[in-house]
């Protein structure tokens, strides 16, 4: 199975793909994980995108794409993928498309997580994960079921996003807006969205997608692209 999971920052994208990575062995593809590991290493890439990550604006679109790229053709990417928070700008969604037509995979769903985004400011604000695994927990919606220990792993120590600020968050969901939403459109016309409830609790969530990916892929025949252009085509 090969998916996109689309939606505002918060929405429940990176949640949804840790646990179906664990229970159907997926693998989760998270462009903002991958930048973040850049930027611990203090690497070249790391270096370029720090700066950029912490005020909430998007990584240069050639910056993520040549990222991708190399994830994607990865032999633990052959048995099926999740994309969680790539494509973001309809430049990303050309060079996914071309991509991968020229290996020849094909994609099964784009799910659109809806959410109120006024919660999503609480959701980010209130996000921690371990400091040891890296899940993911929130102040009232994903607790530990043992106060201070990780459910995973047992860690003691948890940590919080540079980026989960109000002021930051808020600029990401302006960037959703303006970069990521016509992306919406864009998946609909070629019949691979699938719209699902991202308010519903966590695990009606997994319950929903877990179904989903149960019922399997509708092959769908993509729309004609024109492989010259960096604009996905607005219609069919
Ligand atoms: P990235 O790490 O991708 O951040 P994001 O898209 O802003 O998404 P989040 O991780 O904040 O949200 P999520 O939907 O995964 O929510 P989560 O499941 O954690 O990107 C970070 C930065 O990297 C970007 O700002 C940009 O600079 C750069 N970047 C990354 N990709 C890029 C790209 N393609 N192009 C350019 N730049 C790029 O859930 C949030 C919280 O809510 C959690 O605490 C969770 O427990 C809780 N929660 C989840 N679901 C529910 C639910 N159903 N009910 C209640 N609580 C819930």
Redesign the pocket.
Known sequence: MKSIFL?P????????AARLQERYGLVQI????M?REEVAKGSDLGRK?GG??ES????P?EL?IAMIGHRISGEDCQGGFIL??????TS?AAALYSMLGNKRIVLDHVVH?SVDEDAMVR??T??FSCAECGA???DE??TPSVYGECDHCGGKEFQRRA?DNEETVRA?LEDYHTQTAPLIDFYTEIGLLRTID?????DD?TAELAEMFHRGSEQVEPAAIDESSNEIPATR
């Open positions: 939606g920052p918060g929405c429940g994208k990176g949640t949804q998270s462009t903002g994980q930048l995108v950029i990550m909430g604006k998007l990584v679109d993520i969680d928070g790539f494509p973001r700008t990303q997580f959701r980010i209130g996000r993911g927990y929130h919606y994903q980026d990401r991202g308010m519903a609790p966590i969530v």
